[in-house]
């Protein structure tokens, strides 16, 4: 498999290749019409991003030849140089030197001496007029020079409607394994293991194919903190890392607006203006960090300020203003807790709201952006020492990993991102507190409600009072966790975890909340997949 730094390599000079061959055909219409405002215009920009992404390699001296020319190109668009025959042969020359340097590159080998021409370019750009003697070609040296690019562009579309048909694959596969155990055919359960192992290979190579860096993503923040912080008259520092880390393009498309809202609150309530940040002792300039990184198979990416923090007692008193919860409830919430409210639609702390101001103003919608994904969202804070927003999204939406369980005879799927753990509890390990089922993991309270309640129970009359008499023998509680709660879900019994890949639900059945889509499992047998979100909402709505 190839290293990321040998993708980049091929990437760099399918591309560097790729401008080398318009500016040869620039340079050539450029002879023509040395006076076409656009070709030069065109010339000057292929030239800057070629200059940038050799610097941004380490290739140091296509840098420095693509600098000269940039230059010179610049000077004759402003009309300071005329690009005559004796400017043309020092060009061409130039232009030729940095198609035998990228192809260097692309075979590891030495980058040819560019001294002399330097000193030409300098010597041009300054003034000078200089003859270039150029060498004779034979015939065969000049077909060679001829390269077609490896880098082939696919629009995401195509690539969506290839991955469809590869979950149909493995839906299938699913199925003849299945069919080979049910059959006890040796030669069908080889056919079948080879059939899993080639499918795999494909449907990770074609998951691998919609890979690109979050840096797409990242590099456009720059000009947005500059706004931002412009319009507050404050004065920030962006630092970016991480951008290089892999993640499906559609899943960086569906968080685009959710991270504007993260980076834009970041600036706007959470750092403070210059003079109050030096009237607590920080420096008057505000740190914001915008970080990716991988974590198992998930992308983490994390905005975080060194700001004023989270005023955790006054989004407390919001809450119970906006009527979220009780006084008495919200004595007792954590830190955590508290912080979930920040998230509810329209909920703001500011004194003022204006289209940034205000650590509520559109924290709904990366909430639902995350739901969406089956991501989550980690919040940390230090109150007058900064806030940490984690985004913790899955590399790729097309297949999931899941864990089955059963109810009632039915197996339904829970996505493996907000599986917190499963246990097995004796009636005894239970207690009742305000109606409902408790247990105690990892030293946390965390209710518990059979999942037959939330399912199945009509309306919206609270759940039914626990009656610790009604457990009989050992409980499989599935403890999920979302928004920084724990819920455990009583269930049949745990079956297997599996990857899956999830449909939507089709009309009229789209409008049920509690089941994020479905999927086929290897029986042929269709399984709803749940969506704890909703169920975790419709628990506290229903709770006792």
């Not at 799927?413 to 917190?420: E, F, K, Q, R």
Request: aromatic share 4%; glycine share 8%.
């Amino acid at each position: 498999m190839k290293s990321r730094e040998d993708e980049y390599r091929e990437m760099f000079m399918d591309e560097a290749l790729e401008s080398y061959d318009a500016m040869s055909r620039h340079l050539s219409e450029l002879e023509r019409t040395p006076n076409n405002t656009p070709v030069l215009n065109e010339l000057f920009r292929l030239m800057h991003n070629l200059k940038s992404s050799a610097r941004a390699m380490g290739h140091d001296t296509i840098g420095e030849v693509a600098h000269q020319l940039e230059s010179l190109f610049g000077l004759v668009r402003d009309g300071e140089r005329q690009f005559a025959s004796s400017l043309s042969a020092v060009v061409f020359s130039g232009l030729d030197t940095l198609g035998t340097m990228i192809r260097a590159v692309g075979t590891n080998a030495a980058l040819p001496d560019a001294g002399s021409l330097l000193y030409n370019l300098e010597r041009v750009i300054g003034g000078e007029e200089i003859e270039l003697i150029a060498e004779s070609e034979t015939e065969e040296e000049v077909g060679k020079k001829l390269e077609l690019s490896d880098l082939v562009y696919i629009p995401v579309r195509k690539l969506d409607k290839l991955l469809n048909l590869v979950g149909e694959l493995v839906i299938d596969r699913d199925r003849i394994l299945t069919l080979a155990e049910e059959l006890d055919s040796p030669a069908l359960r080889a056919t079948a293991r080879h059939l899993f192992r080639i499918s795999d290979d494909l449907q990770y190579s074609v998951m691998d194919a919609r890979l690109v860096g979050v840096g797409t993503l990242l590099n456009k923040f720059p000009r947005v903190v500059r706004d931002v912080a412009a319009a507050e008259g404050k004065e920030v520092e962006l630092n970016m890392s991480g951008q290089d880390t892999q993640i499906d393009r559609n899943v960086l498309q569906v968080i685009t607006d959710a991270l504007l809202h993260l980076v834009r609150n970041a600036v706007s309530h959470g750092l403070c203006t210059p003079a109050d940040r030096v009237a607590t002792g920080k420096n008057p300039v505000g740190k914001l960090y915008l970080s990716a990184l991988t974590e198992r198979e998930d992308v983490l990416i994390e905005v975080r300020d060194d700001g004023r923090g989270i005023n955790t007692e006054a989004v407390r008193r919001k809450a119970v203003e906006r009527g979220l919860t009780t006084a008495a409830a919200a004595a007792g919430l954590s830190d955590q807790a508290v912080w979930a409210f920040l998230f509810e639609p329209g909920f703001s702390t500011a004194a003022q709201v204006t289209d940034i101001s205000g650590r509520g103003v559109g924290l709904d919608v990366v909430k639902r952006a995350l739901d969406s994904l089956g991501g989550q969202l980690r919040v940390a804070s230090v109150l007058g020492a900064g806030t940490t927003f984690t985004l913790v999204l899955p590399t790729s939406i097309a297949v999931k990993g899941a864990l089955l369980v059963e109810l009632a005879g039915r197996a339904y799927a829970v996505a493996l991102m907000h599986t917190d753990t499963v246990l097995a509890l004796q009636p005894a390990q239970f207690t009742v507190v305000g109606g409902l089922f408790v247990a105690h993991v990892q030293g946390q309270a965390v209710p518990v409600v059979p999942l037959a309640q939330l399912l199945l129970e009509e309306g919206n009359e609270p759940l039914p009072l626990a009656v610790k008499e009604n457990l009989q023998g050992t409980q499989h509680v599935l403890v999920v966790s979302y928004n920084n709660r724990r819920l455990g879900l009583l269930v049949d019994k745990f079956l297997r975890q599996q990857n899956i890949v999830v449909k939507p639900l089709s009309k009229p059945l789209d409008y049920i909340d509690l089941f994020g889509g479905v999927t086929l499992l290897g029986s042929g047998q269709v399984c709803l997949v749940l969506d704890v979100p909703a169920l975790t909402r419709l628990f506290l709505a229903r709770r006792p």
